[in-house]
């Protein structure tokens, strides 16, 4: 209840523990005939208070803590920085640490391995807490709202249905809009990333036709374009309804991309390197008292590069990454201003409630050492940053980042930087580097604007208890006859109007992979656990880590905003109770075990969410195909065998799988069967057939097997024609787990970003004869 903050809406609704509700019968009496009948409809009513606001959720992604202009940071954040001026900030909110986890948990209210997002959806695995799956236990806020009578929907990256299950035919189940999670509404993507200039659209359940990579456009905006149009429609055609939007865009998650204009915006102003960077943050920071005056710089860790270790013919390149960066946040950020102003249009902005998450979680170091084509990372496979200059020149120099032809991503000090003055980046669970974010919460119509940071302790699962509270509802013990979860979070609407109001969360646990931490009355317990994200490759050491071999730190965060203080061996006592607490809440909610999300990532690739089957039979209508749901030919022994019917003018693309900025593709041009293997744009390997090819009916093979067992090893490939080799050669490596994360397997064009360079211009260069199937078998 809302009485002492004074943001009570009405005389409490009903409470209803049960949802739905039960239907309202009839207020008419009927009798015999319609003279004998009495006609008198009940009169409309609502469970919900009366006024009840609009809600508005935005969150950006990959995003540090100390980026926005607002804060002291470096990027400029016009709408974050309007939101703040009306509203109020919290410089003690934390995130998951994590993708998928952060918005699983923001989402139900509950903590993330609870429900199911113990790791990314691509790489969920069999235990509970790792699924990928948000489970019917715990549902969702748009579920809960909309039964209450809210407009509902979801605009931009979704990231939690299981990879393999986000095909054009489903199921549908744990898709966004759908009986399941609960939105009226959804338009976006949903997988981790995408390109923002051919991303993978899906409207509902209807994977859209591809195209996008027009003249001029830019996913941010196009998402931003549907949500005001949904708002407004919603306002326009049932005006007494109020709405919840979720509008989360893919920025500034990896592949980093958006207009030059944006970009040079920031040219030369990150000249000084991300030491530098990071040490002017820091100034602003207290100047502006965001942070503590006591509080200190964390060191950089040895394993990063200092700026000044950069050879001086890279740096161009990797400042031209972070400016890239910066204009990407800045655009996303303005795009969200948008929706203010249609919110004012409408004339609702003071009854508007509005969460405006900076990030899921903190800056990404999953660039490592900058590169042109960022699933290197992800793959495991090392390179030297001349071969991404190299590629980068050969494409146009500095001018193709932020463009359709890289899928860049910067240098792993940039996101240290934008961290300050925090340890640590997105991944790690033990520092607030990868956890804390800055929230402003605005409701011109009831929460006074206040400048002061609001102090305490809070979490992305805190913001559903606090929606459910301000609307006076009871989280329901029943939904669809399914009994409910608790609610993990706590509401912090006792702080709207409050900076000194003692905190109500008490406790609270971080896991990710392996790296931990246990909240508790002002004091953390941490570990930073076995995986450094800005280290590229694996290190051997890895597989035989265990968690109770790991060493505790502790942190009296009263005295220590930035757990800069070690202070494990001063309380041993405290530290041993906070493990403890640890291991209790881990079993709880389904951690155990405890690095359970490496097992797709590290131990067990082959585990990680795919089509199960080993042959596949395709028709020229197949496209569009998720990468994760598609035939595995570019990481896997394997046979692809294509009926077809070629012609004297026959061209275009017979199969493809990825992107740009990795993939695989055979077609035919002039006459020649082209085959390409792109290894993420730094290796291009070519084989093409050298006499003419047959006219009338083919067969046509292209047989591909690994050369050795190694990690991302050799493979070789042959090409037949009618039983005939017409083309090999040797990749020099492979792409062990996925070229993309939302592009595609199409059959008969390259629907979305083209693999090759050599059709580049033609996209997505459609077959224009026949193909009767494709079989894809996978070999011993």
Known sequence: MLVATGLMLALPATAQESL???????????????????????AASSPLPDNAPNIVVIMLDDVGPALPDVYGGVIHTPTLGKLAQEGVSYNRFHNAAMCSPTRASLLTGRNHHRVGNGQIAELA????????????????????????????????KWHNTPANETTAVGPYTDWP?????????????????????????????????????????????????????????????????????YWAPGASHGPHHIFKEWADKYAGKFDGGWDQMREDIFARQKALGWIPADTELTPRPDSLAAWADIPEDEKPFQRRLMEVFAGYTEHADTQAGRLLAALDEMGVRDNTLIFYVWGDNGSSAEGQNGTISELLAQNGIQTEIKDHIRAMNELGGLDVLGSPKADNMYHAGWAWAGSTPHRSTKLVAAHFGGTRTPLVVSWPGKITPDDTPRPQFHHVNDIVPTIYDVLDITAPRLVDGISQDPLDGVSMAYSFNSATEPGRKTSQYFEIMGSRAFYQDGWIASVFGPRTPWSSGLDPAIFKWSPDADAWELHDLGADYSQANDVAAAHPDRLEALKADFDKVARENKVWPVGGGLWSVVFHPEDAPSNPATSFQYTQE?????????????ARNSLVTIQAELASDSQG??????AFSGGVALWVDNGTLNYEYNLFEIERTHLASSSPLPTGKVTIEVETRKADTGHAGPMDVEVRVNGQAVASGRV???????????????????????????????????????????DVKYLE
């Not at 309202?24 to 009940?42: D, V």
């Not at 923002?196 to 996008?212: C, G, I, M, Y």
């Not at 693309?653 to 990825?658: K, N, Q, R, S, T």
């Open 622 to 634: 197949v496209v569009g195909v998720p990468e994760f749901a598609a035939p595995k030919i570019g």
């Open 653 to 658: 693309v017979l199969y493809a799988l990825g």
């Open 732 to 774: 020099p490596r492979h792409a062990p787990l996925a070229f993309t994360a939302n592009d595609a397997f199409d059959v008969g064009r390259d629907s979305y970003s083209p693999v090759s360079l050599a059709y580049f211009d033609r996209k997505p260069f459609a077959f224009n004869g026949r193909i009767d199937r494709l």
């Open 125 to 156: 695995n069999d235990w509970d807490g790792y699924s990928g799956r948000i489970p019917r236990t715990s549902a969702t806020v748009a579920k809960v709202l909309g039964y209450y009578g809210y407009a509902t929907a979801a605009f931009g």
């Open 177 to 245: 809009a759908g009986e399941g999670i609960g939105f009226d509404y959804f338009y976006g993507f949903l997988a981790g990333e995408s390109s923002q200039w051919e991303p993978a659209v899906v409207e509902n359940t209807v994977r859209l036709d591809p195209s996008h990579g027009r003249e001029g456009y830019h996913f941010t905006e196009d998402m931003t374009d549907k949500a005001v149009s949904w708002m407004k429609q919603v306002h326009a055609l049932t005006p007494d309804r109020p709405f919840f939007m």
């Open 20 to 42: 739905p509700f039960p239907p309202t019968p009839s207020g008419s009496t009927a009798g015999p005939t319609i003279a004998q009948s009495n006609y008198s409809p009940r």
